[in-house]
C-alpha cells in the first residue's frame, strides 16, 4: 500500500512538482502517511465481521468480551500505523516500488521479531529484557489482550513519529540534528517506563494484577526462574492454560524490571529412558504428577498423553512447586480449565513470596483437652511446616504470650474446657490471635461397628458452648446424613471363607460441597467429614460477618441425639422424605470485631493476664467436625505413616481437606489481602457448537467472501 507514495513520484518526475505546493515537507509527509493509514483503516473494517459472527454463535448469544476486542483492534491500528510510517520512509529512499517494498518488509521484521531473536542469544541474555523493550511485539502483545498501557501508546506514536522524521531529513526538511532526535525518542520511551500505568478493558478485568501483587513484584530483588513443564504438543484447553501462564509472567516481568526468566520444558521429550524417569521422578517429589488425557489425533483416533501441568520457580537458594491445573470433580473440562487461570494469580504470588520470604509466621495446635495427637494430624502439620512454624502448644504456654502465634488450630477435644483454659483462649482472640475450631459435639464409637451392627450417637458438651455462642455460631447436638457421602464395603455373604463386598453409601460420611464464592473455598473439590454435626450463626445485629463454606447437598437430614448408628443406612434408598433438608451448614468464617465472653464475669483467680473487652478486627473459622482434619494412620510407633489426609482408601478418592485446611490457616493469617485473590471470577465464553457444526459452511463462507466483497468494491 505504501510503497509507491514516495517511489512513483520520484521515478515519474513529479517529486520536485510536488515540493513547489505552498505546503512544508512536514505537511506532505503527514498528508502521504494518513493517506496510507486511511486505506489500511479501511482494509480492516471489513473484518468487523468476525467479532458479529461471533456474537450470534456464542453461547448464550452476544457472551463475547467487547473489551477485549476492542483493545485487539486498537492494538492492531497501532501496529498497522507504524508499519505504513516505516513504508512511507522507505518510499522516500528509492524510486523503485519493489526495494521499497523490501527495505519496509526487512524493517518491519526486524523490529516485530528481529530484537526478540537476538535477545535469546546466550552471549546476550543479560540484556534480554532491554533488548525486546525496543521490539514492536513487546508493546503490541498487551495491546491485543486488550491492554492498554501508557509506556506503550508512547512507544507507538514515537516510533511513528521517527519514521516520519526520518522521511522529512531525506528531503532536507528539517535542520534537527539525528543524534538530538533519537536522543530525545530513547529518552522519551524510558521516562514512559517510569510511570506504570494501564487500562484492563476486558470485560472481567482479567489481565488486571491486585495491588498486592504489584507491590510484591516491584519489591523483587532477585532473578527468578520458572521452568514450566506444561509444553508439547497439548490439547486446545491446555494450550489456553500454558498461554495464559506465560502471558502472566511476561507482565510480571515488566512490573518487576526484568526480574523474571521462563523456560518450557517438555519432559516426554527426553529421548534416554533412565534419564526421563529421573526427570518424572524429580517432579513426582515436587508434587508435579503426570496426567493422563485421551485426545483425538488427526485420524480421528483416540491416543493416550501424558502432560505435566506444573511449574517450578527457584532463586539461587529456594525452589518451590506449583500445580497449575486445579481439577474440581464433576465440572466439565472447560471450567476445570478457566478456574485454573483464574487461580494462576494467587498460585504464581504464593510461590513468589516463599521464595522471598525472611521469618516464618508462627500457628499452633492447641493441647490438654484429648486433642488429635501428632500421629493424626501429621499430613496437615507437615503441610503447613512449609509456610510456617509449628508447634503443639497447652493454654499455659498460650497464656504466657499471647502474640506468640498468629493462629491457633482446635483439633478435635473431647474433654471439657475448665473456665481458666476458656479465658486464655478467649483473650488470645481479643489480643488479635486467629483460631479454627475444628469440633463436634457428638461421639460415636466408630470402632465398634467392626463388631457389631450398630453403636449409639451421644451428645458431648465440651464447656465451649456459651464462648462459641458469643462469638457468633451455635454446634447443634445433632448427626447429619446425606445422600451425596462416601462409600464403604459392606460384606453381603460369603465365598467360601472369603467375605463378598459390595459398595455401599454411608450417609453418615457426608461430602460437603464448598461455596464458590469466598477465598477459601473458591474451586476446591468436595470435602469429606464424619459424624459432623449442624452449626447455626447466631447474633445478627452483633456486627459480625459470618460466611457458609461448607454446606451439604440439597438430599441432608439432620438427627438428634441421642440416636443410633447403624450398618443397616448401608441399605436404605435415597429419599425426599428421609433426606428433606438441604444445604445444611457445617463450616462457616467470621469476622469482626468479637466481645469477650468474660466482659460482665467475675475474672479475679482465674489467671493473672490483662483483660480485653473488645478485639480489634479478627478472623475466625468454626468447623462442627473433628474429623475433617484427621489423617488415617498404617503402622505404628516409628513405623508409623500418616495417610495423605482426605485420602479415601476404598474409593480411591482424594477429596479436598488437606486444601480446604490450608486455606483456612492462610486466610486466617493474611493481613495483606492475598487471599481474596483466590475469589477472583473469569468469565467462560463459549461457543455454541451445536449451532456451528450445523451452520459451518454458512458462516465459513459469511468470514471469507463478504471482506474480500467490501474491499473490491471500495477498490
Known amino acids: 500500500l505504501c510503497m509507491r507514495l514516495f517511489a512513483e513520484e520520484r521515478k515519474m518526475g513529479t517529486l520536485e512538482l510536488l515540493f513547489t505546493r505552498p505546503l512544508t515537507i ?72 519493489i526495494i521499497a517494498f523490501l527495505y519496509t518488509v526487512v524493517v518491519a521484521f526486524l523490529l516485530y521479531t528481529g530484537l526478540d531473536f537476538l535477545g535469546e542469544i546466550p552471549a546476550l541474555s543479560s540484556l534480554e529484557g532491554q533488548i525486546r523493550f525496543w521490539g514492536i511485539h513487546y508493546h503490541y502483545e498487551p495491546m491485543s489482550r486488550g491492554v492498554i498501557a501508557w509506556g ?128 518424572v521422578k524429580y517432579l513426582a517429589e515436587r508434587g508435579i504428577m503426570p496426567v493422563n488425557l485421551n485426545r483425538k489425533s488427526e485420524d480421528e483416533t483416540l491416543v493416550q ?16 512447586s506449583i500445580n497449575l491445573l486445579q481439577h474440581i470433580p464433576g465440572q466439565s473440562a472447560d471450567k476445570n480449565i478457566n478456574h485454573s487461570i483464574e487461580s494462576l494469580e494467587y498460585e504464581l504470588t504464593k510461590a513468589i513470596r516463599l521464595l522471598m520470604r525472611k521469618e516464618l509466621k508462627s500457628v499452633a495446635f492447641m493441647t490438654g483437652h484429648g486433642e488429635l495427637p501428632y500421629e493424626e494430624v501429621m499430613d496437615m502439620a507437615k503441610t503447613l511446616s512449609y509456610y510456617y512454624q509449628v508447634d503443639f502448644v497447652s493454654p499455659d504456654s498460650l497464656a504466657a504470650d499471647l502474640s506468640r502465634y498468629q493462629a491457633l488450630i482446635i483439633a478435635r477435644p473431647v474433654t471439657d474446657f475448665s473456665e481458666r483454659d476458656k479465658y486464655i483462649t478467649d483473650q488470645f482472640v481479643m489480643n488479635g490471635g486467629r483460631i479454627l475450631w475444628c469440633v463436634d459435639e457428638v461421639e460415636v464409637a466408630h470402632e465398634l461397628l467392626k463388631s457389631q451392627e450398630s453403636v449409639p450417637a451421644i451428645y458431648r458438651p465440651l464447656n465451649i458452648e456459651d464462648l462459641l455462642f458469643r462469638y457468633g455460631v451455635r454446634i447443634n447436638p445433632d448427626l447429619l446424613l446425606d445422600g451425596n457421602s462416601v462409600f464403604i464395603p459392606v460384606v453381603t ?74 450398618l443397616a443406612v448401608t441399605e436404605e434408598k435415597m429419599t425426599s422424605d428421609k433426606f428433606n433438608r438441604q444445604y445444611i451448614p457445617v463450616a462457616v468464617a467470621v469476622e469482626g470485631r468479637f466481645r469477650s465472653l468474660f466482659q460482665y464475669r467475675h475474672k479475679s483467680g482465674i489467671v493473672n493476664l490483662p483483660f480485653r473487652a473488645e478485639s480489634e478486627y479478627n478472623r475466625m473459622v468454626f468447623v462442627a467436625d473433628g474429623d475433617i482434619i484427621r489423617n488415617k494412620v498404617r503402622g505404628v510407633g516409628e513405623n508409623a505413616v500418616a495417610v495423605p489426609l482426605g485420602y479415601d482408601e476404598y474409593g480411591g478418592q482424594l477429596y479436598g481437606n488437606k486444601d480446604f485446611i490450608l486455606n483456612c490457616v492462610n486466610w486466617l493469617c493474611d493481613d495483606e489481602g492475598w487471599m481474596e485473590l483466590r475469589g477472583r471470577s473469569l468469565s467462560l465464553y ?24 467490501v474491499v473490491l468494491l471500495i477498490g
Open 305 to 320: 498423553q501424558f502432560i505435566f501441568p506444573g511449574a517450578i520457580l527457584y532463586d539461587q537458594n529456594t525452589e518451590v
Open 152 to 279: 506503550d501508546v508512547i512507544y507507538f506514536i514515537s516510533f511513528i513519529f521517527l519514521f516520519l522524521w526520518l522521511t522529512v531529513r531525506q528531503f532536507n526538511g528539517t535542520r534537527w540534528k539525528r543524534i538530538y532526535v533519537l536522543t530525545v525518542w530513547v529518552v522519551v520511551n524510558l521516562l514512559a517506563t517510569q510511570v506504570y500505568w494501564q487500562v484492563d478493558i476486558t470485560q472481567d478485568k482479567r489481565y488486571s494484577f491486585s495491588e498486592n501483587t504489584c507491590r510484591l513484584l516491584r519489591k523483587t530483588d532477585r532473578e527468578v526462574h520458572v521452568d514450566i513443564f506444561l509444553a508439547g504438543q497439548l490439547p486446545p484447553e491446555m494450550q489456553k492454560l500454558q498461554y495464559s501462564l506465560t502471558r502472566m509472567l511476561e507482565e510480571f516481568k515488566r512490573i518487576s524490571g526484568n526480574n523474571f526468566r521462563y523456560t518450557l520444558i517438555d519432559p516426554t521429550e527426553v529421548q534416554d529412558k533412565e534419564e526421563k524417569k529421573a526427570m
Open 686 to 709: 463459549l461457543l455454541d457448537k451445536t449451532r456451528l457444526k450445523a451452520e459451518r459452511l454458512h458462516w465459513e463462507l459469511l468470514n471469507l467472501l463478504l471482506p474480500l466483497g
Open 26 to 97: 512536514w505537511q506532505i509527509v503527514a498528508a502521504k502517511y494518513l493517506s496510507g493509514f486511511l486505506l489500511v483503516v479501511l482494509s480492516i473494517l471489513p473484518t468487523l465481521i468476525y467479532p458479529v459472527s461471533l456474537w450470534f454463535l456464542s453461547q448464550p448469544a452476544g457472551h463475547i468480551d467487547l473489551g477485549g476486542i476492542i483493545g485487539s483492534y486498537t492494538g492492531l491500528l497501532f501496529l498497522s500505523g507504524i508499519y505504513v510510517a516505516a513504508g512511507v520512509w522507505a518510499s522516500s529512499l528509492t524510486d523503485n516500488q
Open 493 to 566: 455373604g460369603m465365598n467360601g471363607n472369603t467375605p463378598v463386598y459390595r459398595p455401599g453409601a454411608w450417609y453418615y460420611s457426608p461430602l460437603l460441597m464448598p461455596r464458590p464464592l469466598h477465598p477459601v473455598t473458591a474451586g476446591l473439590p468436595p470435602v469429606r467429614v464424619d459424624y459432623a454435626n449442624s452449626i447455626d450463626t447466631i447474633g445478627g445485629h452483633n456486627g459480625l460477618k459470618k460466611s457458609v463454606l461448607l454446606a451439604t447437598s440439597q438430599y441432608a437430614a439432620a438427627m438428634k441425639t441421642p440416636c443410633p448408628v447403624t
